[in-house]
């Protein structure tokens, strides 16, 4: 397909396809999932910290988790208070700091983490071949290497690039 306008028609067609797939799934493993007392925005963050030995900066957690720098400050906030999470100097820079997992927010991530686990796989696995979700995955991949940090000044894209 070389006509932009197919093309572009085509683009719209799987976006709305994914982000429907997206929608339908989040809202099932929100609904139906084991998150106890979790909300799964709060599971992102603990488990967008645990592979995280010296923590992240807020900045890094708001591309990671998608949520504006207020929003992951709310969510921050909320699981120190719980004991999860806590701040500490960034070495690098003194005017920010770190956040890192307690004890505690390790073992809750990887309870929560497990439990989900299984029913992605569920969820993945009664639609899609394991040649699918390699696929998928790929896609999945490329797409978000190809976009804008969260945090980058948003610029629009450049039609030539649609061929």
């Known amino acids: 397909m070389t006509d932009t306008r197919g093309l572009m028609r085509l683009a719209n067609e799987a976006w709305e396809a994914l982000f429907r797939a997206q929608a339908t799934l989040a809202r099932e493993f929100e609904h139906c999932g084991d998150w ?10 603990l488990y967008a910290l645990v592979g995280a030995e010296d923590g992240l900066r807020i900045t890094d957690l708001i591309d990671d988790v998608l949520l504006t720098q207020a929003g992951v400050s709310r969510l ?34 990887r309870r929560l983490g497990r439990a989900h686990a299984r029913h992605v ?13 390699t696929t998928l995955r790929d896609l999945g991949k490329a797409l978000a290497a190809a976009a804008p940090p969260a945090t980058s000044q948003h610029t629009e894209p450049d039609p030539r690039n649609i061929a």
Not at 36 to 45: D, I, K, Q, T
Not at 88 to 109: F, I, K, M, N, S
Not at 121 to 133: E, P, V
């Open 36 to 45: 106890g007392v979790f909300p799964p925005r709060e599971y992102g963050v």
């Open 121 to 133: 796989a569920t969820a993945m696995t009664r639609a899609l071949t394991a040649s699918q979700l």
């Open 76 to 109: 921050v906030a909320r699981l120190e208070k719980r004991g999860l999470v806590e701040r500490l100097p960034d070495p690098d820079d003194g005017r920010a700091c770190r956040v890192v997992l307690t004890g505690e927010g390790r073992d809750v991530q």
